[in-house]
């Protein structure tokens, strides 16, 4: 399991309209693990610039109509079979259908900028994240958020924890409690068991 400090990878957006693909290039300016930002504004650009920079996440707009995005997942592992997909999607889309055309997580268009980042995150350290079509997914974690329930996951205490994120215990007890309010879980064991379900945690 992923730990410490975020690996740096290159994030490639894939959307056709000019206002996304500066909103992302600002957003992402910033996180400590983006190593370069790419965008495409058309399937042959995405696999041009797949090809030629092997991103580690690529986040499929809106913009392109539901098949049209699983096309564009199959092209873009094809031309860079280690590159993860995110898929933004406006209509709901089936969590089976999404991996068939090896997408690693699929979030509604809806999120705000930070949870899609937040979610292309995730994606790029290894795991899935596809959200359930009910209206009661949970918001998506912060890093943070993410750092320590991966910790919860391993088993580390709040003080364990604390030491290895650098901490205080206090801080830890509340970015616990602020993500088992967003996963709708009482405790631990709940919030592990919600991850997993989510695909948070393998």
């Known amino acids: 399991m992923q730990r410490g400090p975020a690996l740096r990878t290159k994030v ?12 992302f290039r600002e957003l992402l300016a910033d996180e400590p693990w983006v190593e370069e930002f790419l965008g495409a504004r058309s399937a042959h650009e995405a696999q041009l610039l797949a090809r030629r920079h092997l991103p580690g996440v690529a986040i499929v707009g809106a913009s392109l109509p539901g098949s049209f995005a699983l096309d564009m997942c199959e092209r873009l592992t094809t031309e860079s079979p280690r590159t993860r997909v995110l898929l933004l999607t406006s209509e709901p889309m089936s969590k089976r259908r999404a991996r068939a055309a090896g997408a690693a997580g699929a979030v509604p268009s809806t999120w705000h900028g930070g949870e899609i980042a937040g979610a292309a995150r995730t994606v790029a350290l290894g795991m899935s994240l596809f959200t359930p079509e009910s209206e009661s997914a949970p918001r998506i974690l912060t890093q943070r958020e993410l750092e320590v329930l991966e910790l919860i996951g391993a088993g580390a205490t709040n003080r364990e924890i604390a030491a290895q994120l650098t901490l205080s215990p206090n801080t830890v007890k509340e970015h616990a409690s602020t993500l088992y309010r967003k996963m709708s879980a009482r405790n631990r064991a709940e919030a592990i068991v919600r991850a997993q379900e989510l695909g948070l945690l393998r």
């Open 12 to 23: 490639l957006l894939v959307d056709e309209r000019d206002v996304v693909q500066l909103g």
